[in-house]
């Protein structure tokens, strides 16, 4: 035998593997092994283990587990604990990697780096990173040895396909810090559209939450935190809300929390005990639908205010969108701003200053509850009296909350 025809078998092997694949075929692979890691972390890391929004059967559970041991070496522990505190600490500077503190190309670019950072940080993962699974595979294979896994796979990938088996795994690789630390943690809190003007900076990227497996709505997730359902609008879609759902059906996951779906009684005519109870627990949507109102009161408001001042168009334009936002988060230049806009319509003013009674109704704990109805009563008997049609409207659908 020649020692040409010797190596044929092996050049064969580094060039095509066991599988002689095609390109399409490895693309196929490469999309469906990364898209299983995504759904794990949505599911498994994200909403099971950081946020307890549901409870997993024993066999997903181990699976998720093992298949991030292999495709991304990330600790359960550490990954929960570092999540949880830039729920606590968010876009303050404590908070692990938001954009708002440390700038968005940080995030985006160096993501990882600042996860691998705060994994060392003992007390972190100390505090946040109770409730994680504690059994034996857990701290003699999967954090003992978090490195093993990645390895494993590797090889798994060159056995499949030869070198290019190689380029398959450094894509597995990069999937999870490119789409979770760079873009969930970055851009979800820097670009996109607010459903709830919760008090960070949260976004929602898209309206489809697909490619990363429904992170993509941010916003939604950061106002109901502990909802295993991130879409909250008719025209939004959560895959990772779809898997859950399937689960569930075959009784491999037990659902603990959604977002509250706001119901209505149109008849009522007085706000009762129930109208204040569904009040407090729907607030973001209620602060939702009164940006809605302010929207209209500008589009009714801003031909009359441009005839009474000289104001810029600039400052018109983005005087809109700080209208919009909680009054709480608002700066010192941008209060100032507004008062320049109240001087010119009186309808504008109250519609603020009303918004930051009905925001601080569910925040005195210390009243009971026939006083904060009287409080919603009244509230509501001002809003319909004060001839602002827009501020009327909001009224009435707020007194039918059922």
């Known amino acids: 035998m020649s020692l040409t025809s010797g190596l044929d078998p092996v050049l064969d ?38 946020h307890r929004a549901l409870d997993l059967h ?20 550490e990954w929960a ?19 708002v503190t440390r700038g968005i190309e940080k995030v985006v ?3 990882a780096e600042l996860y691998r950072v705060e994994a060392r940080n003992r007390e972190t993962i100390e505090k946040y990173g109770h409730g994680t699974p504690d059994d034996w595979i857990e701290r003699n294979v999967y954090t003992k040895h978090s490195a093993l896994g990645v390895s494993l796979m590797l090889i798994v990938n060159v056995l499949l396909f030869g070198v290019l088996g190689l380029t398959v795994w450094a894509v597995q690789m990069m999937w999870i810090p490119v789409t979770a630390a760079g873009v969930i943690n970055g851009i979800g809190h820097y670009w996109g559209y607010r459903n709830f003007d919760c008090k960070d900076a949260s976004t929602n990227i898209l309206p489809w939450g697909i490619i990363i497996g429904g992170e993509e709505l941010h916003n939604n997730h950061h106002t109901y935190g502990t909802s295993a359902k991130l879409s909250a609008k008719w025209y939004e879609f959560d ?15 037990k659902v603990k929390k959604v977002a509250p779906a706001p119901r209505f009684d149109r008849e009522k005519l007085v706000a ?35 005839a009474q001042s000289s104001l810029e168009a600039s400052m018109l334009k983005s ?66 009296g004060s001839g602002i049609s827009s501020l009327q409207q909001f009224s009435q659908r707020l007194r039918s909350y059922a």
């Open 13 to 50: 092997f580094l060039l095509n593997g066991v599988t002689h694949a095609s390109g399409w075929q490895i693309l196929g692979y490469t999309l469906v092994v990364t898209h299983i890691t995504i759904a794990a972390v949505t599911i498994f890391l994200h909403r099971c283990q950081a």
């Open 81 to 99: 604990a570092i999540h949880r505190k830039h729920h606590a600490k968010c876009e303050t500077e404590e908070d692990p990697h938001s954009p």
């Open 272 to 306: 009762d005990l129930d109208t204040l109870h569904s009040v407090v627990a729907n607030r973001y949507d209620v602060m939702a639908k009164y940006a809605r109102s302010l929207r209209q009161a500008w589009a009714e408001e801003i031909a009359h205010i441009r």
């Open 109 to 111: 670019f160096e993501g």
């Open 319 to 384: 005087s809109k969108q700080l209208l919009q936002r909680e009054p709480a988060s608002l700066q010192s230049s941008q209060v100032q701003q507004l008062s320049e806009i109240f001087k010119h319509s009186a309808a504008l003013k109250t519609m603020h200053e009303m918004r930051v009674e009905l925001a601080a109704l569910w925040e005195r704990s210390h009243q009971s509850s026939d006083q904060l109805l009287m409080q919603l009563r009244d509230w509501c008997a001002r809003a319909e």
């Open 58 to 77: 024993a066999i997903p559970s181990h699976f998720f587990r093992f298949w991030l041991w292999m495709t991304t070496g990330m600790v359960t522990k």
């Open 239 to 253: 895959i990772g809300w779809m898997y859950i759902s399937l689960l569930s059906f075959f009784g491999l996951a």
